[in-house]
Nanobody, 116 residues
Framework: QVQLVESGGGLVQPRGSLRLSCAASGFTFSDYPMRWYRQAPGKERESVAYISSSGGYTNYADSVKGRFTISRDNAKNTVFLQMNSLKPEDTAVYYC?????????WGQGTQVTVSS
């Protein structure tokens, strides 16, 4: 079955950087677009970044544009989120996501905390 496993979260100071990874298995990764979402306490889950199956197209939420970069390595079945110039408001649980055969597939999430 589809498995998505995020890693790379942690505590970082404002203006710092983190790189999240999501390892995928159970499906033909290179055939599927991927997204990163995040959910802050008391807020709805929101889409942060999108990447097409080939990696040739990406799209970002306005709140992270210019600071975050989504990428993928189809040979390693992994999608990444490079996060630079982090702000306290980026604090959230970050999830990778895909839609496989009509089903929403989520990882367990990785906590990112931006605080001094």
């Amino acid at each position: 079955q589809v498995q998505l496993v995020e890693s790379g979260g942690g505590l970082v100071q404002p203006r710092g950087s983190l790189r999240l990874s999501c390892a995928a298995s159970g499906f033909t990764f290179s055939d599927y677009p991927m997204r990163w979402y995040r959910q802050a306490p008391g807020k709805e889950r929101e889409s942060v970044a999108y990447i097409s199956s080939s990696g040739g197209y990406t799209n970002y939420a306005d709140s992270v544009k210019g600071r975050f970069t989504i990428s993928r390595d189809n040979a390693k079945n992994t999608v990444f989120l490079q996060m630079n110039s982090l702000k306290p408001e980026d604090t959230a649980v970050y999830y990778c996501h895909t839609i496989h055969r009509g089903n929403d597939c989520w990882g367990q999430g990785t906590q990112v905390t931006v605080s001094s």
